[in-house]
């Protein structure tokens, strides 16, 4: 059973920075990719960042394009999403997701992935 492990979140002043972490843990862990999705009060869930774990390219919403980072480290087996210039609309709790080991669809959707960590708190503050 693979686990993932958020953390990193917190209260933040707009303009400022935070930097998320995902630790994946597992008898034998082994991802397709990894993703950020975020979810606000009251709102659906939406894609924020995705990365391939072979070869690291990585997908952006359109709203964190230029602001926010996916990385890995492979031999931490940990994601993570430095978010820069964050803006209250931001503001959400934030999910670590990661696919199983073949591809199962579009990146940019919930379903679509495998394993959900349990969420982290992101809020910023006007």
């Known amino acids: 059973q693979v686990q993932l492990v958020e953390s990193g979140g917190g209260l933040v002043q707009a303009g400022g920075s935070l930097r998320l972490s995902c630790a994946a843990s597992?008898?034998?862990?082994?991802?397709?990719?990894m993703g950020w999705f975020r979810q606000a009060p009251g709102k659906e869930r939406e894609f924020v960042a995705a990365?391939?774990?072979?070869?690291?390219?990585?997908y952006y919403a359109d709203s964190v394009k230029g602001r926010f980072t996916i990385s890995r480290d492979n031999a931490k087996n940990t994601v993570y999403l430095q978010m820069n210039s964050l803006k209250p609309k931001d503001t959400a709790v934030y999910y670590c997701?990661?696919?199983?080991?073949?591809?199962?669809?579009?990146?940019?959707?919930?379903?679509?992935?495998?394993?959900w960590g349990q969420g982290t708190q992101v809020t910023v503050s006007s």
């Open positions: 997701a990661a696919m199983g080991r073949l591809y199962r669809g579009s990146l940019y959707r919930g379903p679509s992935y495998d394993y």
């Open positions: 597992g008898r034998t862990f082994s991802s397709y990719a």
């Open positions: 990365i391939k774990w072979s070869g690291g390219d990585t």
